[in-house]
């Protein structure tokens, strides 16, 4: 059985919350044979509000259509649905709702915007108070917890900080995200480099995966890692990108992505840079003065004109011909490389 009705409103009273309301243009509301509302339909103009209480914030969410099945106590969003809870929107084709819990399910073309950010002044790729946005095919939102996970094509960015993933988990309360990849398709994301000229060079990680959470400043890639910058390559098993905080930046008002302060890799690292290729299990990068310290394995640097060098650590820089080794407590100073102009 069935009943229609115009300009409906409906308002959801549970003791101790507040009140869910929800009004349309129409509302048809479908009967189960035993009794009772089997689901309540709204048509045009669909608009649901509830009032914040204590800690939990307001929720305000419209669409054309919206469908609320009782057994379920979940609310179906199309045609437009869009959902602010907070300091979070989300935008999708389909938005569905668990109106007991707050957990919402996205599907098609989602995007979620998190506002009221405050700054982080300690942190770096997710530090600004500019609003962090996510783009996604789907997404599966905890609203007790904070955590979102996006799948198919992931995207999450603040300002010019972006990273490309199959899929992002992030934490809106902790700022930390794990983006989940593999080697064939992998995560991605972009950092800087400023030498003591104050030049800056994008540094491009990809991975099979990326864990960060902003107060560390560390980017954690592991599997299949290729870190590539201006001068070298540099490929290991597991790379953590560590970063300047936003307020000791080496270039003042700074626009660009996270600055790299380090890199610390291995194992089995592999150096590529034009001319010559070093190998070794741990690699420590300092980007101010493009440093290579390249120790375990023992590792070694091949030249296919001048040979093969080795001890138990080797320093060396880019665009420099000289390589510092270290071997049984004495060092010495080769000339090793040609100089790349």
């Known amino acids: 059985m069935n009943s229609r009705e115009k300009n409906a409103r409906i308002v959801f009273s549970t003791t101790g919350e507040p009140d869910k309301v929800t009004t349309s243009d129409e509302l048809l509301a479908q009967f189960a044979p035993s009794g009772g509302i089997a689901s309540l339909t ?39 649905p869009r959902i602010t809870d907070g300091g979070m929107t989300i935008t999708a084709q389909q938005i569905r709702v ?11 073309e989602v995007k979620t915007t ?33 955590i979102a996970r996006y799948t198919g094509g992931a995207r999450l960015w603040q300002g010019p900080n972006i990273v490309d993933a199959p899929s992002i988990e992030f934490d809106r309360a902790q700022r930390s995200l794990t983006a989940q990849g593999q080697t064939s398709l992998p995560v991605s994301s972009v950092f800087v480099q400023v030498d003591k000229a104050g030049k800056a060079t994008p540094v491009v990680v990809t991975a099979a995966k990326l864990t960060y959470l902003d107060t560390d400043r560390r980017a954690k890639f592991s599997v299949g890692v290729i870190a590539r910058g201006q001068d070298a390559t540099i490929a290991a098993d597991q790379v953590d990108v560590i970063l300047f905080p936003v307020n000791a930046q080496k270039v003042a008002n700074a626009t660009g992505p996270a600055q790299l302060q380090q890199i610390v890799a291995g194992p089995h690292v592999v150096i590529q840079e034009t001319g010559r290729r070093a190998t070794g299990e741990k690699l420590v990068y300092t980007a101010q003065d493009a440093r290579f310290v390249l120790s375990g ?13 080795r001890g138990d650590s080797l320093t060396f820089y880019s665009r420099d011909d000289r390589v510092i080794v270290e071997s049984a407590g004495a060092q010495r100073t080769v000339t090793h490389t040609k100089i790349n102009q």
């Open 114 to 146: 998190y506002s009221e950010i405050k700054p982080q002044p300690n942190g770096a790729l997710l530090a600004t108070g500019d609003p962090i946005h996510v783009t996604a095919r789907n997404m599966n939102a905890q609203r007790q917890s904070g």
């Open 98 to 108: 668990n109106r007991r819990t707050g957990d919402a399910f996205a599907q098609g």
């Open 42 to 80: 709204q048509h045009g103009n669909f608009d649901f509000q509830q009032a914040a209480a204590g800690k939990a914030p307001a929720q305000h969410a419209t669409a054309d259509r919206a469908q609320y099945t009782p057994d379920n106590d979940s609310l179906a969003l199309s045609g437009s």
């Open 297 to 309: 394995g023992p590792p070694q640097i091949s030249d296919p004109e001048r040979g093969t060098i």
